[in-house]
């Protein structure tokens, strides 16, 4: 039977609402991926944008696509990169990274759009601790298909017979799907477990509607055929189930309670490192 799973809305202000589908009752993980945000779509007047002070993570990798907008992204390692529509960050926080998240200067002066998602991928077990990273993968370099009236743009993992660029640590299935009214596309099987969120317009599964801004988790091993009745935006993931239990906490993932008590403790006494350009910070929470 498919799970369709309402996300919690969190508003951050001017009208930026973040949606979150996972971590969720229905739906701890969905492969490796443990956090999935859909950011927007929201207008920013002209002199606002986004503001993510810098914060620390551990244990996990965060993957930021975008159908509309700008975020500059500055972290701990010394990287600074604007992410624009079609593009694809990966930060690998591994042992430790700290990161900021703004609009850019041009943007803000002018005001724009911003939509997009932003999930988080928990490593395996034995790449938690790696070196942190950040990795930038232009539009063009992603493969795609165009047929019919789907567009599909492989972020990260295999799909659809294309593999993407992006290095992953276990199976990932990562699609941005754009449909065409009336255009069809069967969802991938050959991953374990997959979801499917729809980030705007009216869509159906197998002949039934499905809302919006929801997310939806098929039964494992069918292969059910998204329609759309309307221009569609959504977002194919999934892949291999995680090798354990993982424990969340503010902005930290890990197999060990201990080891996110120690991240804790990290961010408190400045052992992250300092961002170059962004002397602002999140406090750690007091909960």
Same mark, same amino acid.
């Given at each position: 039977?498919?799970?369709?799973? =309402? /996300? ?31 950011? *927007? /779509? ?81 490593? %395996?077990?034995?790449? =938690? ?19 019919? *009236? ?12 294309? =593999? ?14 754009? !449909? #065409? %009214?009336?255009? =069809? !596309?069967? !969802? ?7 979801? +499917? ?7 159906? +599964? ?8 929801? !997310? ?46 120690? #991240?804790?403790?990290?961010? +408190? ?13 999140? /406090?750690?929470?007091?909960?």
């Amino acid at each position: 039977m498919t799970t369709i799973i =309402e /996300p919690r809305v969190h508003d951050l202000g001017d009208g930026f609402l973040v949606r979150r589908a996972v971590p969720s009752i229905q739906a701890r993980s969905v492969g490796p991926f443990v956090f999935v945000d859909h950011m *927007g /779509p929201v207008v920013f007047e002209g002199g606002r944008g986004m503001d993510v002070r810098p914060h620390p993570h551990i244990g996990l990798a965060t993957v930021t696509f975008l159908w509309s907008g700008a975020i500059n992204h500055r972290d701990t390692l010394g990287f600074e990169q604007v992410i624009r529509p079609g593009d694809v960050n990966w930060m690998t926080a591994g042992r430790g990274i700290a990161h900021s998240e703004r609009t850019p200067a041009a943007e803000r002066a002018a005001g724009h759009e911003a939509h997009g998602m932003q999930t988080w991928v928990a490593l %395996p077990k034995a790449h =938690e601790e790696t070196d942190p990273a950040f990795f930038h993968h232009p539009a063009a370099t992603l493969p795609q298909q165009q047929r019919e *009236g789907v567009w599909l743009r492989v972020i990260a993992g295999r799909s659809y017979g294309e =593999e993407s660029p992006v290095k992953v640590f276990a199976d990932t299935l990562n699609v941005a799907i754009d !449909l #065409a %009214p009336g255009a =069809e !596309l069967a !969802l991938d099987d050959h991953h374990v477990e997959r979801a +499917l969120y729809i980030l705007e317009g009216e869509a159906q +599964l197998d002949g039934a509607d499905v809302p919006a801004r929801h !997310l939806i988790v098929p039964d494992r091993g069918t292969r059910p055929k998204l329609r759309a009745r309307s221009p569609v935006k959504a977002m194919l993931l999934g892949g291999e189930p995680l090798d354990g239990h993982r424990h969340l906490w503010w902005n930290f993932v890990s197999s060990s309670k201990d080891r996110i008590e120690q #991240a804790k403790q990290d961010w +408190l006494e400045g052992r992250f490192g300092r961002i170059e350009g962004d002397d602002e910070f999140i /406090p750690l929470p007091q909960r």
